[in-house]
């Protein structure tokens, strides 16, 4: 074998090596998926949803394509709601007196409390949709992040057509989240500012900036903050 097909046969080894060990984007979206809601239904993330010097208590449970999130207004009793999601489809409740009433696709985008965080928002339902793409791998805030993008399902329901999102590379929780409109325009940034470690091998989030933008210009437009204490025993109400 002469000089340049030695060089040429490295060069494609090479490059088979480095395609071989390239992480799988859906290992990287499940581990953040994880992060983000733990994995046991007895394992409630409480926080709240902060906005102009109010203050939205809210809950979060996960197992595996089943959420629940509970939040209260006032002093009245919290609302409920359960989220089953599919790769495709899914199907989202609100528990009413005990009673299951199936929750309308159009209330999906609305505004929780008159906060930046809409339903879809909450139930992060974008972490379940199929085939994400690897894209890059980018740093936010000094931190090595896997850059994955995410298309909407045909026929879904929700306000995002493309969202990307930004996973820590060491960690495994995401740390930004952009969400675009059907006309390419940015709609909603989601930034992490803080994360904190609720196992040995498992950290979740504990604060973030939810950011509403003007998808013509990019303009922020409003923001909230959506703080999370550290998981505490709790059960999910209704629906399992």
């Not at 985008?109 to 972490?127: C, H, K, N, S």
Request: glycine share 8%; net charge positive.
């Amino acid at each position: 074998m002469n000089l340049q097909l030695t060089i040429l046969a490295g060069v494609l080894v090479s490059s088979m090596a480095v395609r071989a060990q390239a992480p799988d984007a859906r290992a990287i979206l499940e581990g953040a998926r994880m992060a983000a809601t733990l994995t046991k239904l007895d394992e409630g993330l409480s926080g709240n949803l902060k906005k102009d010097g109010l203050a939205v208590p809210v809950t979060l449970f996960l197992q595996g394509k089943n959420i629940q999130f509970q939040f209260s207004e006032g002093k009245g009793e919290p609302q409920i709601y359960h989220l089953r999601l599919n790769d495709n489809a899914f199907d989202l409740f609100e528990i009413i007196n005990g009673k299951t009433v199936r929750f309308p696709d159009a209330k999906l985008v609305q505004p929780i409390a008159g906060t930046d965080v809409t339903y879809e928002d909450l139930a992060l339902r974008f972490f379940y949709w199929p085939n994400p793409k690897l894209e890059a791998e980018e740093n936010i805030n000094g931190e090595a992040c896997y850059k994955l993008r995410l298309d909407k399902p045909k026929d879904s329901a929700g306000r995002y057509v493309a969202v990307y999102i930004w996973v820590h590379k060491k960690y495994g929780a995401f740390m930004r989240i952009q969400g675009y409109d059907k006309n390419g325009g940015l709609a909603k940034e989601f930034q992490v500012q803080e994360v904190m470690q609720v196992t040995d091998k498992i950290w979740t989030l504990k604060k973030m900036q939810v950011a509403t933008h003007d998808p013509a210009t990019g303009r922020r437009l409003s923001i909230t903050n959506m703080v999370f204490d550290s998981p505490k025993k709790a059960k999910p109400q209704g629906l399992r």
